[in-house]
């Protein structure tokens, strides 16, 4: 117990900090805005562009990780889905979007922190994987089952084209492709420029952890607490036990 909080209590503090500075107005909520527009726009895709870009691929990509960790984020979407659908009642779309929710795991803002913490850097090397497809698998499962509900029989390149359009204006999105990018190329960047993307990359998780804390103070647990507790059941026990198996 005292080795898991050793990992993992510095990490909710830095959250802990952000929540208390923003509750307290001593941080403001504009502040918020901006940091969380640094991090998410600039800070972490840089991280990503450098984290792809020097990844032995070869190596890190371990296809039985990725299945265990991809298989639960689809059970987790499935049964998110069709529990809102069948035993809250929700209307389909609605359904969709829950299932959307229990999907996304937290794996760059807690996971990575958590695992360099508790594993030392050279662990990352198996998170980066499992992060590079996070987004394009999630954003193409979930957008493209809520464009397949609302269009009722729309035509599939209509579908496709609202698919790749939300995937490619995600700063995350693009921090990772230019890696792959920079990667197949053999590309060598300027040591000037791997500098400036080195002090970025220095910033991103905590300052993206103050921020995060400090969003949640916009937030409360209201409206059908059932389903916020259904999600996070799947979310915090079915992935991860399916993921283990």
């Known amino acids: 117990m005292q080795a898991l909080l050793d990992v993992t209590l510095p990490v909710f503090l830095v959250l802990g900090f952000g929540y208390a500075a ?4 001593l941080f403001p909520q504009s502040g918020v805005d901006g940091l969380m527009k640094f991090t998410q726009g600039f800070a972490i895709p840089c991280l990503l562009f450098r ?4 990844l032995d691929l070869g190596e890190s990509f371990d296809p039985g990780l990725l299945l265990s960790y991809y298989l639960g984020s689809v059970s987790v979407f499935g049964a998110g889905l069709l529990g809102a659908w069948l035993i809250f009642r929700r209307p389909i779309e609605d359904a969709v979007a829950i299932g959307f929710v229990g999907l996304f795991a937290n794996s760059v803002l807690l996971g990575l922190p958590i695992t360099e913490r508790a594993y030392g850097t050279g662990a990352l ?3 980066y994987p499992i992060v590079a497809l996070h987004a394009p698998f999630c954003y193409a499962l979930g957008i493209a089952t809520m464009e397949l509900v609302r269009s009722r029989g729309a035509r599939p390149g209509a579908m496709l084209r609202a698919v790749l359009r939300a995937m490619f204006r995600n700063a995350l999105m693009i ?3 230019l890696g792959f990018l920079v990667n197949f190329s053999g590309l060598a960047l ?6 400036a993307i080195d002090l970025m990359i220095r910033a991103a998780l905590p300052a993206a952890l103050f921020g995060l804390g400090g969003v949640l ?7 059908d ?3 916020i507790g259904f999600v996070c059941l799947l979310s915090l026990v079915l992935h991860p036990a399916i993921s283990m198996a």
């Open 125 to 127: 090397t198996s998170n």
């Open 51 to 54: 984290a792809i870009s020097t």
């Open 217 to 223: 103070v916009r937030y409360r647990p209201e409206g």
């Open 22 to 25: 923003v509750w307290r107005g």
């Open 175 to 177: 921090g990772i492709g």
């Open 225 to 227: 607490l059932k389903v």
């Open 190 to 195: 300027p040591g000037a420029m791997t500098e």
